[in-house]
């Protein structure tokens, strides 16, 4: 067995040295942040022992396991975007047995892919998914300032001044929600860019309007697009997707 983190190999540079959250997150793993929450459930083990500690630094030479298969670092980084279907939910696995959208990339890639960001079940459209930490945790943070677009069909007439109230601000079940812009596109029609995102924004917006939603879709994140995907289909993203995507908001 390889030693413990404490007694490092002589061998080991010091430079190779890496916290456990950010190798597990150049494994492909999952976000940096999400591996945080692996190892403090005490899911990962180093050299057979598991390890708790935030901030534990390990080398290439150890054995690094999460919930007992070892993980190594992925050479090759994939950048994707999913036109994630309706029905689909956005995570890595789900207890009721529902639909993952990330199953619709498994038969391409051997790597292990994860979500950035999330869509709800009943809402399609643009899903970022990449097998690097680093990339995810930059999209993800909230200082991004990464604009999603969205455009949303409902049930019910659209007041004439639903835009301007995006844009003024909605409180909501005592969340305040505010849209970055709007457009009323129809009786039935909206178009909304947001840029905090908290948890079901639009439909709580409209539901503050007794409005029922038909579709939502997200048709851009940043400087991402559908360009002319079908749903379930997907492609890497280019490199001037990704450079913008996470290039320095300050």
Do not use: W
């Amino acid at each position: 067995m390889k030693q413990r983190v404490k007694d490092l190999s002589l061998q080991d540079n010091l430079q190779d040295l890496q916290r456990l959250q950010v190798y597990l997150a150049h494994s492909g793993v999952a976000s940096r942040r999400a591996c945080e929450k692996l190892i403090l459930e005490g899911r990962v083990a180093v050299d057979g022992e598991v390890v708790q500690t935030l901030g534990t630094k390990v080398s290439p030479s150890q054995c690094i396991t999460v919930d007992g298969r070892e993980v190594f670092p992925e050479e090759k980084k994939h950048y994707l975007v999913l036109y994630k279907p309706e029905g689909c939910v956005s995570s890595l696995a789900d207890e009721k047995g529902r639909a993952l959208a990330v199953d619709l990339l498994k038969p391409f890639f051997k790597e292990r892919l994860y979500n950035v960001g999330r869509l709800d079940m009943f809402s399609s459209g643009v899903l970022l998914f990449t097998n690097d930490g680093e990339f995810a945790r930059t999209v993800s943070h909230p200082s991004s300032g990464i604009k999603k677009e969205y455009e949303i069909t409902t049930l019910d007439m659209l007041p004439e001044d639903i835009a301007e109230k995006f844009k003024t601000g909605i409180r909501y079940e005592g969340v305040f929600y505010k849209a970055y812009s709007a457009q009323r596109v129809s009786s039935r029609k909206l178009k909304v860019v947001l840029i905090e995102g908290k948890n079901r924004e639009i439909r709580n917006m409209l539901s503050a309007f007794n409005i029922r939603i038909k579709k939502l879709l997200r048709t851009r994140l940043g400087p991402v697009d559908l360009q002319g995907l079908t749903p379930g289909k997907f492609r890497e993203l280019n490199n001037l997707e990704i450079a913008e995507l996470t290039k320095s908001k300050n």
